[in-house]
């Protein structure tokens, strides 16, 4: 069987993914605050589910539990980091920021660099980081969401990078939703809003391909072609 652990799994695409993890034969790890939610997952498939409750902004906390966890589950194979926060912050309130920040960066970090410790240690592992379509550009209604998941983007492609060239079979996947039937989606102008299942279905797929960058659902990769080409003074009145 092959053992993962998912951070986020209490709502949405994480827990959308934990239920295919778990139809597909893995051992899972599932994380998140709300103990809960993890509990009546763990009651739906009592023998694939590992439970810690724990928020990732507290470092020592998520290494401690990362480890016990994955001793618990015998090993592990593959991390997903689904955990993710972002509010619309017009009046710019530092706190806001503050909290997506200590969340989208320093809990992500702390995440990332501990699964690939890990993986190098054992020479293959695979590190699936669900960013967001968002981290493509800056974004007025939640300036710190789109500036941390560009921080994700960027952050990831430097691990995937140190992979190729530790030349271990280490891989290393970005996932880019666009918009996802979660409560994350959030602003005005929202379309196109996919179903959670099949947004979870399509990652497992790019997961089970070892693909480097997709966006979910497939048609937002041209939404994220056209973001990527629209010029600053243009950009700058929307
Ligand atoms: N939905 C969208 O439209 C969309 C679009 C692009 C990207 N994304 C990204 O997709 C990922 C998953 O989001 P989602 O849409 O599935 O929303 P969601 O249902 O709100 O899931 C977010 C998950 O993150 C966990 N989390 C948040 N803060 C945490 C903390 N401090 N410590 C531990 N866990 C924490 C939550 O668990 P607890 O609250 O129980 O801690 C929850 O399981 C996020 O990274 C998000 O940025 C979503």
Redesign the pocket.
């Known amino acids: 069987m092959k053992k993962a652990i998912i ?9 959308g993914l934990a239920k295919i993890l778990a139809e597909n034969n893995y051992r899972v790890g599932i ?4 103990t809960e ?1 993890l509990k009546e997952l763990k009651d739906q498939y009592p023998d694939s589910f590992f439970v810690k409750s ?4 507290d470092t020592d906390t998520t290494i401690k539990l990362l480890d016990e966890l994955t001793i618990e589950s015998g090993g592990l194979d593959l991390l997903i ?6 509010e619309l912050n017009d009046p710019l309130d530092f706190n806001i920021e503050l909290q997506t920040i ?3 960066v320093t ?1 992500f970090t702390c995440i990332a660099d501990w699964a690939f410790n890990y993986f190098e240690k054992q020479k293959y592992g695979h590190l699936v980081a ?5 981290g493509l550009r800056g974004g007025r209604q939640a300036p710190s ?1 789109n500036a941390t ?1 560009a921080y994700q983007i960027n952050y990831i492609e430097a691990l995937r990078q140190k992979a190729s060239n530790l030349k271990m079979p280490i891989t290393v996947t970005d996932i ?10 959030k602003g005005e102008g929202k379309f196109w ?1 996919q179903p ?1 299942e099949k947004v979870s279905r399509q990652i497992y797929k790019a997961i089970r391909r070892k693909k480097k960058i997709v966006y979910v659902t497939r048609r937002w990769g041209i939404v994220a072609f056209i973001i990527k080409l629209i010029p600053r003074f243009i950009y700058n009145r929307m």
């Open positions: 951070i986020g799994a209490t709502s949405g695409i994480g827990k994380t998140g605050r709300r939610l724990f928020d990732i902004r980091i689904s955990s993710g926060t972002g200590e969340t989208n809990g669900i960013t967001s379509i968002g969401y998941k880019r939703p666009g918009f996802v039937d979660t409560d994350m989606a809003v959670v």
